[in-house]
């Protein structure tokens, strides 16, 4: 009997233990829900993600607009310090477009009654120079050497000399484009790159580019006789031109007349008005950090002062739409000259052209009325 006891007590134990193991309906469900419940720690980490994203968005972004303020205020000091760069700047006589293009054969660019020639102005310093003839001559040009060209000069056409302005070469497209339109209209156009520029062997700089000049219209003049020269400067070449013209008129040896296309007063003014500078244009010191290594470095351009001592007549090309040298500097530099005693005998004239004809900085060439222009 006690031992049929103790089995029904052992039976009943084990069933109450089974009946605990196993869990009922309700218990079933609580299981389910802490099975699908996330772990806290991986619910933080999945809140932080975009957060964490934001941020290093943010940080990024903040540390690249902490870079261009630095470099935005270094490059001042940096010009200061270094004048070379506001000169190299100035002149850009490293950019050289268009880049494949054999300077030594000029009749690639369509220029077929062209002789490239290579002048020495002084010991060290080699000059490139495009020798466009009259297309009344462009017949008989082909296919003959430098002697026949330089001969040519004496034949009776006037003479363009063409001094470029910055960057690029004399084989640029626009400078081309001219030279083809003052052939036909029966013009030789010499032009030369300056030392420094093109295929040009020396350094750069204001005095030696008006040497240069100097050089080339001294031997256009030892060729041509009696023909009328003129010299027709651009851009930074108007600078060139002035120098020139200006020494030119000390020694009594006027050219005919002076062209200058998008002229300025001075390179200060210029460089002022310039696009390059409009983030800084207003910057402390602007003056002080930025035009002032300019005149440091021997760049004056002074266009202003230059027209003052003139004696010959002068035409002046602007177009009210050029972006690079604003067309108010071009006014004000003709109304100096009208007013400038060194001009009382001779005649001062002011072409402007408008904005809608669109001929910007150097498409001048493409006015149909340049040819009566320069009539």
């Known amino acids: 009997m006690r031992k049929r006891n103790e089995s029904v007590t052992v039976e009943h134990e084990r069933a109450a233990a089974a009946s605990a193991a196993a869990p009922g309906p309700l218990d079933k469900g609580c299981s389910l829900r802490r099975s699908l419940r996330l772990p806290a720690s991986a619910a933080a980490e999945g809140m932080k993600r975009p957060l964490g994203r934001r941020y290093g968005l943010w940080f990024r972004l903040r540390k690249l607009i902490l870079w ?37 054969r000029p009749q690639d660019q369509g220029l077929n009654h062209t002789c490239n020639y290579y002048l020495q102005p002084e010991e060290d310093v080699t000059i490139g120079v495009w020798h466009t003839v009259p297309a009344a001559l462009w017949k008989n040009a082909r296919g003959k050497d430098q002697l026949w060209f330089e001969e040519a000069l004496g034949s009776s056409h006037p003479v363009i000399l063409y001094l470029h302005g910055n960057a690029g070469t004399r084989g640029g497209d626009h400078r081309v484009e001219l030279y083809k339109v003052l052939s036909s209209l029966g013009y030789h156009v010499v032009t030369f790159d300056y030392r420094g520029w093109g295929d040009s062997i020396g350094s750069p700089s204001e005095r030696g580019m008006t040497y240069d000049a100097l050089h080339v219209f001294d031997w256009i003049k030892a060729r041509s006789g009696d023909n009328p020269v003129y010299i027709w400067g651009h851009s930074l070449g108007t600078g060139v031109a002035t120098n020139l013209v200006r020494r030119l008129c000390e020694r009594e040896t006027p050219p005919d007349a002076l062209i200058l296309e998008s002229p300025f007063t001075n390179i200060r003014e210029e460089a002022r008005s310039h696009p390059f500078s409009v983030i800084y244009r207003y910057f402390p010191g602007f003056d002080w950090f930025f035009l002032d290594p300019i005149t440091t470095s ?78």
């Open 68 to 104: 261009l303020l630095g470099m935005y205020i270094a490059i001042p000091f940096l010009v200061k310090l270094c004048p070379a760069i506001q000169a190299k700047l100035v002149f850009l006589n490293f950019v050289r477009v268009p880049y494949f293009i054999d300077l030594k």
């Open 298 to 375: 021997g760049i004056k351009f002074a266009n202003d002062e230059n027209v003052k001592y003139i004696s010959c007549s002068l035409l002046i090309l602007h177009a009210e739409d050029d972006p690079v040298v604003p067309f108010h500097l071009g006014k004000k530099l003709y109304n100096i000259a009208a007013t400038s005693r060194s001009f009382r005998d001779y005649k001062v004239q002011f072409v402007p052209f408008h904005t809608d004809l669109g001929y910007r900085h150097k498409y001048i060439y493409r006015s149909p009325e340049l040819p009566r222009i320069l009539r």
